[in-house]
């Protein structure tokens, strides 16, 4: 994929509605997220400011022609000791999946780690998301944790994958 014309930036309040729009774009799939019902911009709001570009970043991808994609860093458990420790997760659009956007993305992540202060890197991941499990596996992502039948998609019991990898 050339990425001469990728640009990765913070996420600014302006971007929300397309953040949501990538994001709901994947929950009639079941394959991404446990909502089951599409979300509203106004009700993301509180989410997009527990982010902070040198905390926990929100940060968009574009591609010269709009937002094709974007990644998150979300606090784990919440408490002072877990601070170097982030779950990583990454949205791509519709049009642009299969396209290396997840890996170019991921490899920023990882890049940009020791700068946030972050040792440890989790996925969480339905085990039937073979595409994520894959990408997040190929960057030396590993199983730490597989919880059978704990979300319930449609009347199906899903496992959950949590992946790791130590970045510092």
Same mark, same amino acid.
């Given at each position: ?11 600014? &309040? ?138 319930? &998609? ?15």
């Amino acid at each position: 994929m050339n990425t001469n014309h990728l640009t990765i930036r913070d996420a600014s &309040l302006e971007d929300l509605a397309d953040i949501v729009r990538i994001y709901n774009s994947t929950i009639e799939g079941r394959m991404v997220t446990a909502d089951t019902e599409p979300v509203t911009t106004a009700s993301r709001k509180g989410w997009f400011y527990e982010h902070s570009a040198d905390f926990r970043p929100l940060w968009v991808l574009e591609n010269g022609s709009g937002i094709c994609g974007w990644l998150s860093f979300q606090s784990f458990y919440g408490r002072p000791a877990y601070n170097a420790t982030a779950e990583v997760s990454i949205y791509v659009d519709e049009a642009f999946r299969g396209q290396g956007i997840g890996r170019f993305l991921m490899e920023h992540a990882i890049d940009a780690s020791p700068k946030l202060g972050l040792k440890t890197l989790l996925g969480f991941i339905f085990g039937h998301n073979d595409p994520s499990l894959h990408l997040f596996r190929k960057f030396g992502f590993v199983n730490w944790a597989h919880l059978p039948g704990v979300a319930e &998609l449609d009347g199906i019991e899903r496992d959950l994958i949590i992946l790791g990898k130590r970045v510092g």
